[in-house]
């Protein structure tokens, strides 16, 4: 059903912004080095100390993704997981989200490992440069743990009646699993 | 609690599945081969995780933040009228948006934080249409370099890790904008 996208113009726009993207991660880490020398700061202590911290969160990180890629596997490996997808498929299917991403977008707003896992799992399983593994790596770069998110900050400011935030939240959660979907469609592929 | 609840749910219910459809003996195996694939994980995007932790560390140091915050005041103080009186409140959610832009999310929470506790402030427990908004901008994540999700592809053997990067800006951007919008427009219906 997702078409593929011949047209020659296309091709070379991909090509093009393809080729922008590659200088943006190594043009950042220069431009964060110069300013940090005009600035007279010792760029590369602060870069060691900061990855020093990294691992620190690696390290809290580790025995968490060994629980949640067990769970996301006995989900996957028994069945279960196809179940939930392909009783979901026609929705999904409606809005134009691929249903093999139902998993991620039911746990994406409750909690941010489990879907880091499902993500995970997804991309191994459909292949990272696959239309599915790209979709899922869009979902995971571009919404947030909204449920975690909003009683943090509600708890924090001793808010009560919340209003209209989690409908507003989660249509925001919404449009960005659609337009992670779309976008890859168009542009990718 | 809540985690040993959903782990409970997700055992039972890959249980009866394989059960049902006859697949316990991958389950069996498959118990094994997802405690590897965490480690593997882990192992696979730690790299990239120590680097970025490194970077972001020295973008807040250099204070790139608050050169961000400058091209950004303009546009909060449309969204969040009140800074304009409040410059203390201005600094705190130019500094948590821009913190969410970068990914410093560890900078960026105690800001956001101490902007909604300002905003809350004498309103008994009920929450202000920019404090809303403020929520919602943060639950639509905002982010230049998605730098974890970039250190799982390029660990499972992605050679251009960074190529989904307009699509995310893309994304990101549509769903904080109509996130946004969509928390003013239910701001006009919305009895408080």
Known sequence: ?189 | MVMSCIWTAILTVSLLSAALLGNMSALSAGVLQGAQSGITLALAMGGSICLWTGVGHLMNKVGITEMLAKLFRPLLGRIFPSTRSDPVLENHLCSNVCANLLGLGNAATPMGIQAAQRLARGKNGVASDELCRLIVLNTASIQLIPANVAAVRSGLGCATPFDILPAVWITSLCSAGLGVTAAWLLGRLWKR
């Not at chain 1, 939240?169 to 919404?174: G, I, S, T, V």
């Open chain 1, 1 to 189: 059903m997702f078409g593929r996208f011949g047209g020659n113009g296309r091709v070379a726009a991909g090509k093009v912004v393809e080729a922008l993207t590659d200088y943006i991660v190594p043009s950042i880490l220069l431009v964060v080095s110069l300013i940090a020398l005009r600035k007279q700061e010792n760029s590369y202590d602060l870069l060691l100390s900061g990855a020093a911290d990294g691992l620190k969160l690696l390290i809290t990180l580790i025995p968490t993704l060994v629980l949640l890629l067990t769970a996301v596997t006995m989900l996957r490996v028994s069945g279960a997981m196809e179940i939930i997808s392909s009783f979901l498929a026609p929705i999904f299917r409606f809005v134009g989200i691929p249903p093999e991403t139902a998993m991620l977008v039911l746990i994406r707003p409750i909690s941010g490992s489990a879907a880091l896992a499902v993500g995970a799992d997804l991309m191994a399983q459909y292949g990272v440069d696959s239309q599915i593994g790209r979709t899922v790596a869009v979902m995971l770069g571009s919404t947030e743990t909204t449920f975690y998110t909003i009683s943090v900050y509600f708890g924090a400011a001793g808010i009560k009646k919340t209003r209209y935030t989690l409908p507003a939240a989660l249509f925001a959660d919404f449009v960005g699993f659609f337009m992670a979907s779309l976008t890859v469609r168009l542009f990718m592929q």
